[in-house]
């Protein structure tokens, strides 16, 4: 018989319970201001689910009642200089951070409702209407609720989003020195979610403060626990990243503040995360003003146990018990807050006078619909001060560079010139510079802090990549070894980190590059050789550059990482090992949005392009004699497109064919001509012709690779039907 031995994970993993002991040794301050936010925060979501009865609330309404114990236990306690983000159920986590934020941490049950805390109740309350002096100038909501001065991250609607996002908050806040933690909180149902267990890798892998709060409601909308997951003890996911974790119960807000204060003392201490599951229970149903109950999976017996249990009450029978309250104080608590969150309905809701005994929100508290598309991304007034550089005018001596290299010395010169800068990425510290030596010398003169190996996880990453961003103090520039990993994280892409400006109202800068390279003609096949250039143009918040020289990468990647925005950055393979040359000096210029370049003058077409394609495209001008204007776009988002140059060529020619290698599906250039088509119409003798790919993916086949991408061949077919359908001789 086999020998066996019973392993154990060495991991501290524990049932913290408070005692009489524990309440009697508590200060009555903290007491007190558990028991004025826990009636700040429940009569605001009354008020909340009333207006959302009303028909106020615009979009959902997802009332934390219930559950007011977790957030006010584990927050009481926290420095402004601490962070939280939560989900989409983030009414009381957001009240909590900030009360504690207004309050200094203290509040007095009988003078309860300061100006402070007055005009804090009036900014969210507008908020989750939707209403301009909201916090985010009503674009966050109900479920996007952010307030940075105070430590507010701001709440998520993507279940499990926030973890990489704290994550790299906590890297941040480390590597800056201090001992400031960052909570993320999140639900049972985010328990299983990949970006949460990466996260907890990540963390526990670099010794991150940060904190996993796991507010365990039994139930996702209507799913139990138990259906969802072998274990429902969600804390023991801790046990698999080194993390240890502590289980609480969430309607006890005195014990959360007990196994918090332990979390804190270890992540404030360099020790590293922290896992806390609190068990709460939501009295309503995932979303409006009706028990779960209502909609039968649950039954009214269970909900009357759990409400048996309300922590507002837990707290002020155990101050009774210890004389420090009484039943008319208590209920002035609970009449001062319900008071201040009426006088904030107040100030924004008024008689409907077309609808009697209807109620309306207030016409001149919306914000103007002419801000709708504003602060999508910054205005790029940042590059101002710097020096516009455009190589091709360049007088001065050159030196020798190939693409690579170009890349990897331009990166040492803003790491020499920023420390901000770091860079994170699979295998960028490691093989010479990373697969491709784009990360040449980096990682031997910069250290382990600024040239950080990752895990194999794009989602956890680049979403920590995120967070370390969204902070302010360090900009990231994140390494996708091929651009198809960006489906991997899209969430943090895209819902994220594209976002973040816009859905909280411009509140952040978002200074994050990610690099990445198309790998067409490798032979890697279907899931690693696709361009993401049309993807990204797509998605708002984005910007693009797509170098087709050393040259010009230096100033582009010299652009991307002095804006506030996130920048999307292209390389190909092919262009890698070409022999190049950059101008022989500090490579401190840059190439700013909005500066194409023609690589060759002609009156037949107009020729977009970029990356590769742009030398495939004069190899085939050259091939056919068409006489066309070629024109490298450099940037290509939708807001750093240089549409003058492209403008001018247009009424020159009349005609345009757009170039690029990949797929014919999610390509640049299909939203490049319906742009084109819509901007120029009335100077286009012919409809917008492409040069694409296929419709497959490339695959493994040499043959059948090369006959799904486009070159030189296949641009010269293009130009070739422009001047057939245009009778050029």
Known sequence: MAKRKRLTTGVEWVQLETTPADWKAADPALLGTMLGQLH???????????????????????????QEGGAVGSIVGMRSTDAVNGSHRGHH????????????GVLDPSALVTPDVQTLLDRTLSEILGLASGFSGGRGGSMHLQWLEAGALGTNAIVGGGAPLATG????QKHAGTTDVSVNYFGDGSSQIGSVLESM?????????????????????????????????????????????????????????????????????????????????????????????????????????????????????????LGQLDEAEAAAVREQAVTAVAQSVAAIVEADPDRPGRRRIRPELWPDPAVVDTGIRGDASELADLTATEPSEWSGPWREAKFVEA?????????QTDPRIIVLGEDVHRLGGGTNGATKGLAEKYGPDRVIGTPISENG????????????????????????FMWVAADQVFNQVGKARHMFGDNNTMPLVLRTK????????????????????????????AASTAADYVGLMNAALALEDPVLVIEHVDL????????????????????AAVRREGEDVTVLTYLSMVGHTLEAVEQTGVDAEVIDLRWLDRASLDWETIGESIRKTNAVLIVEQGSRGPSYGGWLSDEIQRRFFDWLDQPVERVTGGEASPSISRVLERAAIARTEEVAAGLERVRAAGGMN
């Open 201 to 321: 890798n990540l963390a526990s892998t670099w010794k991150l403060p940060v904190a996993f709060f796991i507010e365990n409601n039994l139930y996702a909308v209507s799913t139990r626990a138990d259906e969802a997951s072998a274990d429902t003890r969600f804390s023991v996911r801790g046990q698999g990243f080194s993390i240890p974790a502590w289980r609480v119960d969430g309607m006890d807000p005195l014990a959360v503040h007990l196994a918090m204060g332990e979390a804190f003392e270890r992540m404030r201490s360099g020790e590293g995360p922290a896992v806390v599951e609190a068990e709460v229970y939501r009295f309503f149903h995932q979303n409006g003003p009706y028990p779960g109950s209502a909609f039968g999976y649950r039954t009214k017996d269970e909900e009357g146990q759990w409400r048996a249990r309300d922590p507002l009450e837990r707290v002020a029978s155990e101050m009774r018990r």
């Open 576 to 595: 890698y090992g070409t022999p190049d040359r950059v101008p022989d000096t500090d490579l401190d210029y840059i190439i700013p949005p909005g500066s």
């Open 407 to 415: 890349v990897a010395q331009t990166m040492d010169r803003r790491m």
């Open 93 to 104: 986590q957001f009240l909590a951070k900030t009360l504690t934020h207004v309050s200094n």
């Open 518 to 545: 198309v790998a067409m003609g490798s032979g890697y096949g279907s899931q690693h050789l696709m361009d993401p250039a049309g993807i990204f143009a797509t998605q708002a918040g984005w910007r693009i550059v």
């Open 169 to 172: 908050h906590a890297w941040a």
């Open 40 to 66: 700040l925060i429940r009569a605001f979501e009354e008020a909340v689910l009333d207006l959302a009865g009303a028909g106020l609330v615009h979009g959902p309404a997802h009332s934390s009642i219930g």
């Open 461 to 484: 990453f680049f979403g920590a990549a995120g967070g370390i961003a969204m902070d302010g103090r360090f900009r990231p520039v994140v390494e996708f070894m091929y651009p198809d």
